[in-house]
């Protein structure tokens, strides 16, 4: 049964930093590529960064290039969103998903390539 549990959502204020985590399973992890997804309150959900099956390479959305690192263990199963000065506009749910690797996955902006999502999970940024 594939699973994917993201954690490390929360409330944090402006300027702040969190870490998500989205640890998998039951799917052979260093084949596929993970991304992380975000949704706003009445608005799609959008590509937020990307990372080959090998953590060779990846891909970030403009609003979040140069705040947030993507990062993955392939040896743990899990893939990190490391969101340093953080903006009220990155509230959202932040979603983990993953598809077979394949490079035009890094660039999808919707996810509709991928084969697995999480649940998600909230960050909320707000003083």
């Known amino acids: 049964q594939v699973q994917l549990v993201e954690s490390g959502g929360g409330l944090v204020q402006p300027g702040g930093s969190l870490r998500l985590s989205c640890a998998a399973s039951?799917?052979?992890?260093?084949?596929?590529?993970m991304s992380w997804y975000r949704q706003a309150p009445g608005k799609e959900r959008v590509l937020v960064a990307a990372?080959?099956?090998?953590?060779?390479?990846?891909n970030y959305a403009h609003s979040v290039r140069g705040r947030f690192t993507i990062s993955r263990d392939n040896a743990k199963n899990t893939v990190f969103l490391q969101m340093n000065s953080l903006k009220p506009e990155d509230t959202a749910v932040y979603y983990c998903?993953?598809?077979?690797?394949?490079?035009?996955?890094?660039?999808?902006?919707?996810?509709?390539?991928?084969?697995?999502w999480g649940q998600g999970t909230q960050v909320t940024v707000s003083s």
């Open positions: 998903s993953a598809g077979l690797a394949s490079l035009n996955r890094l660039y999808d902006v919707l996810g509709d390539s991928y084969d697995y």
């Open positions: 039951g799917f052979t992890f260093s084949w596929y590529i």
């Open positions: 990372i080959t099956h090998t953590g060779g390479a990846a």
